[in-house]
């Protein structure tokens, strides 16, 4: 057995990692991962604005001062640096309310996918794994899942129900499972026949153990991809029903909520609007250059070389 | 010598089984293009498929892609359920054993080193899991058993705390062998473990594998397309063609004097590095065969040199060659 | 004059760990209407060579060369249309998977006439025929029909039949074949080479044929070039290099092999040890001394191109030694 001095670290000298693609792949992947940088700089930011909201607020966001109302914010010649960002029409903090405001955002969109990639990753697991009959059922579920538009479905319920926080949430994460599960279908169809899964059925592993030990790990880099995106969707999604008045109630600081107080004001104070406005787009488009670079950088690999 | 014709009289059930591995007409079928409402054509991918294995030899199965050898393969391993047959390891059918009790008597080594990995876990973690799985010794012991194996199978000790993507080709071979191997099976189903490999590196893990026959005492269902590769390993060998056997023998008896025509231009195919051979004409047409749509009569007379009118009324039947071979030929 | 000469041909790539040379400074040659077998093991660089030749290498490669010279034309000096001009016309690829180079989208017959409408005056109808003419010629019955079929309505084995009278439509000098049988089955690998063979003497088209398959290229091969590591270490005619291989690694290749005759079955395997050493990074003398049987102090410096026998050059120190059938040299027996 000794002649096997196949011992020194191999790898690249064995498969040489030349994949096609040439210079403009090369660009993609270097501005991708400028764009991942940029997006993971700004989402960690205001995950701390969100953490640390009671030391960073300079007041209490549901403090209302009706002799300080709508207060411009300090750039503007009226404004003052009592209240940076200005007050709104019941002369509550708009940085406090802003800062508090990354809360509600960030709570919706990682609940809310966290509850949809649960949702959708089970299913489309199975429904990869087993195929057949269980894949038609689930496929089926998916079809009339994507034939209801979410924005309608969610306003309808929430008007039933009646809004809150938790019932944006829950009806969020019970809706936006369909990326999931289609994701997590194909990755699961492309795993299941690989013979590190065939191995472990013939080992005698039992199927929670091929399940979540085998597959999913092989097909989590795409989940993630899909669940950065799912939350930046949530937030959206619950910033538009704020607005509409069925999701988050007041006085809760939602960002949505706060441009829909604001709308009478729009062509007068339009700072009311624009500062929730810019905050929601900066969120959003740094969750989406995230996910944008984990798919980026996770695209090809899959063999680790 | 006695000892193994009195063992082959007595009644199989309560002697020592000289079998490793039995198929008694094992079949499957499945189902191409059905949906929910309309039904598909059937694919026979294996069918009435009979194969006795003794116990420490090297039996090959040879054939073309398509020919149902991959399937036979799962089916053995229990990873599919036949349509119709038995199989038995040592005498005993795998019908109503469970996954774990079978994964015990019986491992496979697959083809690609490069999918047979986890590439999301350690080597240690790989060839340790059979262990975990089945709950043997304690996580110590495992450590030692998993450092043992590797050592076996030639690779450092460092190896086992390296990723699949980390080794070369040869080495993740040899972490599959160390996985298979760990749990003492009695019968390895090796389907085509070389055939990814380089050149240099195969012989590496033809050498091991013989290494580890002898030590180990195992028996071996060998899948290759590669005829020197079984010429080499092989005790006995036997050919498929669509999803039947269509001729075995030992392996003496296929390659000095093959009866089957398709067993003829098989070998007659296989090029060995001889300059001014030239490339032989093996007289097959160019008709390949097709899986889902098997002529009718002996499967392979469309493409046979010597095919009869008769050949494509009547199916050959798997005869005694009289020797120890079995043969499907109107005109062998 | 040759109709391809290589001379100091380079590839490098730029991976993450640095550069990659895949291939490093090779010369070789390819007489008209021969049969020249590139062979090596994986990431030898034997397919980034033909792509370099084809210039079909992925933009980020640098290739650089002293002389790629086909037919009286520089290549390196042609404008990337010109380039595209000469690969269909005069030169032509049969890939592995004929699946990937065919397009899924258009009947064979729409394919086959392509290449032949845009490089040359003909008409419709002369493509049409010629394209028929060849298929029939590769062995295709009804080949009026199958013009109109799709890809993936062929067998493996049909499609690359297809493949070669693709290639085959221009006339062209020189053909590129990389590991086209390497997918197919033992029955039809054998059938596709003789059919390869018998028309590359019928028409008198020059063919570089890569693989990894000894088997294979004994079979084939006028001449064998033999590559290792990026660099070609021996060329010789088929006769002499299987006869009296001059350098170690042919020679450990060719015991590698499970011959019937040679080696008992069941025996122990003649193994090269040790893996291929990598190409990122500079590599000094020869590449193959840390698997060698022969090794000594002198394998650090680059071993030279030593001709051992007419058209027969082995880079490496004891070429000489090794290549003489009088005294083969018995490397220490390995354990």
Redesign the interface.
């Given at each position: 057995m000794n002649d096997s001095l196949a011992t020194t670290p191999a790898g690249a000298a064995t498969r040489p990692a030349i994949g096609g693609g040439g210079w403009p792949r090369f660009r993609r992947a270097l501005l991708a991962h400028r764009g991942l940088a940029l997006g993971a700089v700004i989402v960690t930011l205001l995950v701390l604005a969100a953490v640390l909201a009671p030391w960073l607020a300079p007041h209490d966001p549901y403090l209302q001062n009706t002799a300080n109302r709508m207060v411009p914010p300090v750039w503007h010649e009226a404004g003052n640096w009592e209240h940076p960002l200005g007050t709104d029409r019941l002369g509550r903090d708009y940085l406090s309310r802003l800062i508090y405001g990354t809360r509600i955002s960030l709570f919706i969109g990682l609940v809310a996918a966290l509850i949809s990639g649960v949702i959708g990753s089970t299913l489309g697991v199975l429904a990869g794994y087993f195929g057949g009959r269980v894949d038609a059922v689930i496929s089926y579920l998916l079809t009339t899942r994507l034939a209801m538009p979410v924005v309608l479905v969610a306003l309808a319920m929430a008007s039933l129900i009646g809004g809150s926080l938790i019932t944006v949430t829950l009806l969020l994460g019970l809706l936006l499972w369909d990326r999931f599960a289609v994701v997590a279908r194909s990755a699961t169809l492309q795993v299941r026949d690989a013979e590190y899964v065939q191995a472990a059925r013939a080992l005698g592993c039992p199927l929670h153990h091929i399940l979540l030990r085998e597959v999913l790990p092989n097909i989590a880099a795409a989940l993630i991809v899909v669940a950065t995106l799912e939350v930046a969707n949530a937030i959206l999604l619950e910033a538009t029903l704020s607005f509409l008045g069925m999701g988050v109630q007041p006085p809760l600081p939602s960002w949505g909520l706060m441009i829909a107080e604001g709308k009478s004001y729009m062509f007068f104070q339009p700072w009311v609007i624009a500062i929730p406005g810019s905050a929601l787009f900066m969120l959003v488009l740094a969750i989406n250059l995230l996910g944008d670079g984990l798919r980026d950088i996770s695209a090809p690999g899959g063999r680790n070389e | 010598m006695t000892l193994a014709i009195e063992a082959t009289q007595t009644p199989p059930a309560e002697a020592a089984q000289p079998f490793a591995l039995e198929l008694r007409g094992l079949s499957r079928t499945f189902t191409l293009g059905g949906g929910?409402l309309r039904r598909g054509r059937t694919l026979h991918a294996v069918s009435e498929v009979s194969l006795r294995v003794p116990r420490g030899q090297v039996m090959g199965l040879v054939g073309?892609?398509g020919c149902g050898k991959s399937t036979l393969a799962?089916m053995l391993?229990?990873?599919t359920s036949p349509t119709a047959g038995e199989v038995l390891i040592d005498g005993r059918p795998i019908v109503g054993t469970?996954?774990?009790?079978?994964?015990r008597h019986?491992?496979?080594i697959?083809?690609?080193p490069?999918?047979?990995?986890?590439?999301?876990?350690r080597v240690a973690q790989i060839v340790g899991?059979?262990l975990r799985?089945?709950g043997i010794g304690s996580p110590r012991e495992q450590a030692a058993r998993v450092a043992e194996m590797l050592d076996?199978?030639?690779?450092?000790g460092r190896?086992a705390r390296q990723?699949?993507?980390?080794?070369?080709?040869?080495?993740r071979q040899?972490v599959?062998i160390a996985?298979?191997l760990i749990m003492r099976p009695a019968l390895v189903i090796c389907d085509e473990p070389t055939s990814a490999l380089?050149?240099?590196?195969?012989?590496?893990i033809?050498?091991?594998l013989?290494?580890l026959k002898e030590a180990f005492g195992l028996t071996y269902l060998f899948i290759s397309?590669d005829?020197?590769?079984i010429?080499?390993?092989?005790d006995r060998l036997a050919v498929m063609y669509l999803g039947r056997i269509i001729e075995e023998g030992t392996?003496e008896q296929i390659?000095s004097a093959p009866r089957h025509p398709y067993t003829r231009?098989?070998l007659?195919?296989?090029?060995?590095?001889?300059?001014?051979?030239?490339?032989?004409?093996?007289g097959?047409g160019?008709v390949?065969p097709?899986p889902s749509a098997p002529p009718p009569g002996c499967a392979f007379h469309p493409r046979c040199p010597l095919a009869e009118p008769g050949c494509s009324q009547q199916r050959p039947l798997l005869n005694d060659t009289g020797g120890d071979g079995r043969v499907a030929c109107h005109l062998a | 004059m040759p109709l391809l000469t290589v001379e100091e041909l380079h590839v490098d790539l730029p991976v993450d760990a640095g550069t990659l040379h895949a291939v490093r400074g090779i010369d070789f040659h390819v007489e008209r209407g021969e049969m020249l077998c590139l062979v090596g093991e994986s990431g030898c660089g034997k397919s980034m060579t033909s792509m370099a030749l084809m210039g079909l290498l992925p933009r980020r490669a640098r290739v650089s060369a002293a002389s790629l010279r086909f037919d009286g034309i520089e290549l390196l000096d042609l404008t990337e249309r010109a380039r595209s001009d000469l690969r269909g016309a005069r030169m032509a690829m049969i890939f592995q998977e004929p699946m990937t180079a065919l397009n899924p989208a258009y009947t064979l017959g729409n394919q086959l006439c392509e290449a032949l409408l845009r490089h040359r005056r003909v008409s419709r109808r002369e493509a049409r025929e010629r394209a028929i003419y060849l298929l029939e010629r590769v062995g295709i019955s009804a080949a009026a029909e199958r013009m109109a079929q799709y890809p993936h309505q062929l067998s493996g084995g049909l499609r690359q039949r297809v493949m070669i009278a693709m290639a085959l439509m221009c006339e062209p000098d020189l053909i590129i074949a990389d590991e086209p049988t390497t997918a197919l089955d033992v029955t039809i690998q054998a059938q596709i080479l003789r059919l390869l063979r018998d028309l590359q003497r019928e028409f008198g088209t020059a063919v570089i044929f890569i693989t990894h398959d000894l088997g294979v290229v004994a079979r084939i091969a006028d001449r064998v070039a033999v590559m290792y590591a990026g660099e070609v270490i021996e060329t010789a005619s088929a006769e002499a290099l299987f006869a009296a291989p001059g350098h170690p690694y042919t020679q450990g290749l060719l015991n590698c092999i499970p011959a019937p005759g040679k080696t008992p079955p069941g025996s122990r395997l003649q193994a090269i040890p040790g893996v291929v050493p990598s190409l990122v990074g500079e590599l000094e003398g020869c590449a193959f001394r840390n698997r060698c049987p022969l090794a000594e102090a002198i394998c650090e410096t680059p071993p030279p191109a030593t001709h051992v026998g007419a058209g027969h050059v082995a880079r490496c120190h004891f070429a000489a030694r090794l290549a003489d059938p009088a005294r083969p040299p018995q490397p220490e027996v390995m354990p």
């Open positions: - | 929910l073309e892609s799962k391993l229990g990873l469970a996954q774990k009790a079978l994964a019986v491992q496979p697959f083809q690609d490069y999918s047979s990995l986890n590439p999301r876990q899991l059979p799985i089945h076996l199978v030639g690779l450092p190896a990723y699949p993507g980390q080794l070369s080709g040869g080495q040899r599959a996985r298979a380089d050149v240099s590196v195969q012989a590496q033809l050498n091991l013989l290494d397309h005829l020197a590769v010429e080499h390993l092989a392996r390659f231009a098989l007659a195919s296989a090029l060995t590095p001889e300059p001014g051979l030239g490339v032989p004409d093996i097959l160019s390949q097709d | -």
